[in-house]
């Protein structure tokens, strides 16, 4: 044989230089994947929050006790917020997407049922944080929804 033949041959000391170059790529996919991704809190001041969490734990305990329950349900397009009594000050609800903190919104609450428009949510989950004021004690509760 004459001609010199150049074809590539693969020995251990290509595929060590082809598997950390192949390790670099995967992990700069990885990098600029999670520099993409939205880092959006459910709370803006999360810190806060947290100290001031044995309070809304009372407050949350309130809620569990009343009878009938707070409620929320959902009727075709309308949601149905239900708050037992008759007389409630400082109600609201907060609707909070998980995903995209710009969808969030707050509504005002009455005493028994209020009735929102479905139109306005987006598809998918939302918490909604419920709090009101009756008798001078302050009420919370937490729920998830899933708009269809």
């Not at 305990?61 to 037992?84: C, W, Y």
């Amino acid at each position: 044989m004459t001609k010199k033949q150049s074809r590539f041959r693969m020995h251990w000391g290509n595929s060590i230089a082809l598997v950390f170059v192949l390790f670099g790529i995967f992990i700069g996919v990885l990098v600029v994947g999670t520099l993409r991704q939205s880092t959006d809190l459910i709370e803006e001041n999360y810190y806060e929050a947290e100290v001031q969490y044995q309070g809304r734990m009372e407050e949350m305990q309130r809620a569990e006790n009343l009878n009938p329950p707070v409620s929320l349900t959902q009727n075709n397009n309308r949601l149905i917020i239900f708050i037992p009594g008759s007389d409630i000050q400082n109600g609201k609800a907060v609707f909070k997407r998980v995903d995209n903190i710009k969808l969030d919104f707050e509504a005002e609450l009455v005493a028994g049922e209020t009735v929102l428009e479905g139109n306005g949510l987006v598809r998918g989950n939302w918490i909604v944080e419920v709090s009101w004021e009756t008798e001078g004690l302050r009420y919370f509760k937490k729920m998830t929804h899933y708009q269809k």
